[in-house]
Nanobody, 126 residues
């Protein structure tokens, strides 16, 4: 069973940037590198929503419309780590951000994501 640990959250002013990291442990063989990885977020009083996903090689990227052009997802399989670079942050990006492991190879739907981290808080002040 893979464990996911997010880091890099914090308080930032609007227009600023943050880089989130998600490190997978307990990943044996290809239990990280063969899987799509994703980021989701949940704001207070709202449902958890999809933010971004990346295929197993990093060759295919998927983004929610609300973050396109501002956020970038990437991964380093040799480090069992996935990243989320967040630029031009706005107060509406305030949420707990979760890393998750999806299905084999590429992202298909949010339902694919079964393994979740504990989340990291991102707060954007105006």
């Amino acid at each position: 069973q893979v464990q996911l640990l997010e880091s890099g959250g914090g308080l930032v002013q609007a227009g600023g940037s943050l880089r989130l990291s998600c490190a997978a442990s307990g990943a044996s063989g290809r239990s990280f590198s063969n899987y799509a990885m994703g980021w989701f977020r949940q704001a207070p009083g709202k449902e958890r929503e999809f933010v971004a996903a990346i295929s197993w090689t990093g060759g295919r990227l998927h983004y929610a419309d609300s973050v396109k052009g501002r956020f970038a997802i990437s991964r380093v399989n040799a480090k069992n780590t996935v990243y989320l670079q967040m630029n031009s942050l706005v107060p509406e990006d305030t949420a707990v951000y979760y890393c998750a492991r999806g299905g084999l190879y590429d992202y298909v739907s949010p339902a694919d994501f079964k393994s979740w981290g504990q989340g990291t808080q991102v707060t954007v002040s105006s």
